[in-house]
């Protein structure tokens, strides 16, 4: 059942242009993430939030931001996209002790630059 | 992907086998997670390991952290286990950070 949801699942977009993904849980978690899936199926991690407080930012261009606005949102805008963009961002939430740190993953926001 | 090595790369099984899935660290993984990708792309967590064995139905995963490995052993595969299996570490070194491996993509034939 997926108490992690993402919007757009698909987009398709110039270069140059902005895009926002969205993601929300309902799983009362405190900690979110968003993770990049390249077409080698790598994941790779690119920001964390811990209620709505940034704790990890990867080395990623400055064209990405995330934007928390409570800790069961967290949004990722990608200002003047570029070719190399073009990758399934997926979200995830995950809470201490339940058990660790287990990650519950969304289904995924596919973007594809042209 | 060079600090989480999972094999096989690829793995076709027939549909009622067993077959083992395996995740080497180059980390000091302190704690393990599998995840299996369906063929939409959701990614669903099957196991969040620290040292020791689970076994969850038909699935059943080992983490030895001593000599950084482990394992995902799947019994009687059946033709809704096909995707890809994702093994991850998690380690002090890292920031507790989660590396991925790069996957070993199953299908189950009929």
């Known amino acids: 059942e997926t108490a992690v949801f993402q919007t757009p699942n698909y987009h398709v977009t110039q270069v140059g242009n902005e895009v926002s993904f969205n993601c929300k849980q309902t799983l009362g978690h405190d900690t979110m993430y968003w993770y990049k899936q390249d077409s080698k199926k790598l994941l790779k991690i690119m920001f964390s939030?811990?209620?709505?407080?940034?704790?990890v930012n990867e080395t990623v261009p400055r064209r990405f931001s995330p934007q928390s606005s409570d800790k069961a949102h967290l949004n990722l805008r990608i200002k003047s996209v570029e070719p190399e963009d073009s990758a399934v961002y997926l979200c995830a939430s995950s809470f201490p002790g339940d058990p660790g740190n287990t990650l519950y993953f969304g289904e995924g926001s596919r973007l594809i630059v042209v | 992907g060079d600090k989480v090595k999972q094999s096989p790369s690829a793995l076709s099984l027939q549909e009622g086998t067993n077959s083992a899935l395996r995740c080497n660290f180059s980390?000091?993984?302190?704690?393990v997670q599998w995840f299996l990708q369906n063929p939409r792309g959701s990614l669903m967590n099957l196991f969040y390991l620290v040292p020791g064995t689970k076994e969850n139905g038909r699935l059943k995963s080992a983490f030895d952290s001593k000599e950084s490995y482990s394992t995902l052993h799947i019994r009687d595969a059946q033709l809704e286990d096909s995707g890809t299996y994702f093994c991850a570490g998690e380690a002090n070194s890292a920031g507790n950070k989660l590396t991925f491996g790069i996957g070993t993509r199953v299908l189950v034939r009929p």
């Open positions: 939030y811990n209620n709505k407080q940034l704790i």
């Open positions: 980390i000091a993984a302190t704690t």
